[in-house]
C-alpha cells in the first residue's frame, strides 16, 4: 500500500436611618416567605407596579423608550447597558431587575434579566439559582446558563448549585448540567467539573463525564488522562475516554495517533485511532497516508483507508493505489461499501476504462473484483 497525499452619638439622622432599616428587615422577611429577594419580580416579560424608580433611572429608561421603540438599542450600546445591569446585580438586585423589567423590547428585556442573574451569581450563586428555578421551563434554560456565568468565578459553589438544581429541576437536568460545563470550562476548572459529573445521581453522569473530557482535553490532554485514570467506576472512565479522544482529535490529531499507536489492541485503541486519524485527514491527508504505511492493516485504520482511497483526487489521478487502500480495509461491509463507491467514481468518467481496470489489476480476489464489476451496473444510466 503506498501513500498519495502531497474560558457615638446618635444624631437625629441616625436614629431616622435605623428606623429605615427596621422597616427595610420587615420588608425583606415578607418577601422572604415567598423564597424571593426584595424587588426581584418572577416575570421580568411584563414587569408589574412597583416603587417609583429614582429620577436618573426614570430618565435613562423614557430615554430608551423614545431612541429604542419596538427595537433593540444599538449593539455596543446594549453591550455596555447589559455590563452596568450585571455589575449593579452584584449589590443591588432589586435595583437591577428593576431596570431590567422596564425595558420595552422583549429580547433585550430578556438579555438584561439575564445580566442582572450573571451579576447576582458572582456573589449569591444559590439566592440566583433559587430565582431562576421560578422562570417558566422556556426562560429557565438561558437564565440557568447565565447565572453559572456569573457564578463561574466560584466553580465550587457553582459545582453544588448546579446539583440541587439538577435534583428540584430533574425535566431540565441535563441542560443544567451542560451550562455548568460550559461556563466552567471557560475558566479552565475541569477537576470540579469531573468531581461533579462523576457524583452525578440525575443519571446524566456517563454525558457529562464525555462533555466534560471532551473539552478538557481540547486544552490540556495531558493533564486530562492523568484525570482520567482517578475516576472511580469502569464505565465512568469510559465515558470520560470516549470524550477525551474527540476532545483531543479536535485539537491535536497526530499526538492522538501516535498515543493510540501505544495501546493494546482492542476497543479504545481503535476508538482513539479511528478519532484521530478521521480529523488528521482533514488537514494533512499526505502525512496521514505516509504514517499509517508504518502499520500494519488493522481495523482501527479502516475507516482513514476508505476516506483515502475515495478521495476524488487520488481516485482519477492515481486508481491503482486508490484499490489499494480499499483491499486494505480488513471489516466485510465497509471494504465492500468502498470498493463499490471506487467502481462508481471511476465508471463516472469513463465506464469502458474502469471495467478494464478491474478486469485486468492483478492481486484482486474473485470477491473484490466482483464487487467492482457489480458497482458500475449500480450507476444509474444517465451518468454512465
Not at 498519495?4 to 431616622?16: A, D, I, R, V, Y
Not at 428606623?19 to 426581584?40: K, N, T
Not at 480529523?279 to 475507516?303: I, N, R, S, Y
Request: with cysteine; aromatic share 6%; hydrophobic share 50%.
Amino acid at each position: 500500500m503506498a501513500g498519495f497525499f502531497g474560558k457615638p452619638q446618635w444624631s437625629t439622622l441616625t436614629l431616622l436611618g435605623v428606623g429605615v432599616a427596621f422597616c427595610w428587615a420587615g420588608y425583606r422577611a415578607g418577601l422572604g416567605a415567598r423564597g424571593l429577594a426584595p424587588g426581584i419580580q418572577t416575570n421580568v416579560s411584563a414587569p408589574p407596579a412597583r416603587a417609583p424608580l429614582p429620577v436618573a433611572a426614570r430618565e435613562e429608561s423614557a430615554t430608551r423608550r423614545r431612541e429604542s421603540g419596538a427595537t433593540a438599542r444599538p449593539p455596543a450600546r446594549a453591550k455596555k447597558f447589559l455590563a452596568t445591569i450585571e455589575e449593579i446585580a452584584a449589590t443591588d438586585q432589586a435595583r437591577a431587575f428593576a431596570l431590567a423589567a422596564a425595558e420595552p423590547n422583549w429580547r433585550l428585556r430578556t438579555l438584561l434579566r439575564n445580566a442582572a442573574l450573571r451579576g447576582w451569581a458572582s456573589v449569591a450563586p444559590a439566592e440566583a439559582a433559587a430565582f431562576a428555578l421560578t422562570l417558566p421551563d422556556h426562560e429557565r434554560r438561558d437564565a440557568v446558563a447565565a447565572l453559572f456565568l456569573g457564578a463561574s468565578n466560584h466553580p465550587e459553589s457553582a459545582a453544588r448549585v448546579a446539583a440541587n438544581l439538577c435534583a428540584q429541576d430533574p425535566g431540565l437536568a441535563e441542560d443544567h448540567g451542560r451550562a455548568l460545563i460550559d461556563a466552567l470550562a471557560e475558566v479552565g476548572a475541569f477537576s470540579v467539573l469531573a468531581r461533579f459529573a462523576a457524583s452525578d445521581a440525575s443519571g446524566h453522569s456517563g454525558d457529562w463525564l464525555s462533555a466534560t473530557f471532551g473539552k478538557w482535553a481540547e486544552q490540556q490532554p495531558a493533564a486530562a488522562q492523568l484525570a482520567l485514570d482517578s475516576l472511580p467506576t469502569p464505565a465512568a472512565r469510559q465515558a470520560a475516554f470516549q470524550g477525551l479522544v474527540l476532545g483531543w482529535s479536535m485539537a491535536e490529531p497526530r499526538e492522538l495517533a501516535n498515543y493510540a499507536a501505544g495501546l493494546p489492541a482492542g476497543e479504545n485503541r481503535s476508538l482513539a485511532m479511528q478519532q484521530a486519524l478521521a480529523q488528521w485527514m482533514t488537514h494533512e491527508p499526505e502525512a496521514v497516508a505516509k504514517w499509517v504505511m508504518h502499520f500494519d492493516p488493522g481495523p482501527e485504520f479502516d475507516l482513514s483507508a476508505a476516506t483515502v482511497a475515495t478521495t476524488p483526487r487520488l481516485v482519477m489521478q492515481q486508481p491503482a493505489v486508490a484499490l489499494g487502500w480499499a483491499q486494505s480495509i480488513l471489516e466485510p461491509a465497509l471494504r465492500e461499501s468502498t470498493l463499490t463507491m471506487l467502481a462508481r467514481q471511476w465508471a463516472g468518467r469513463d465506464r469502458a476504462s474502469a471495467q478494464r481496470l478491474i478486469e485486468q489489476a492483478a492481486g484482486l480476489s474473485p470477491e473484490d473484483r466482483s464487487v467492482l464489476l457489480a458497482g458500475l451496473d449500480t450507476l444509474p444510466q444517465k451518468e454512465q
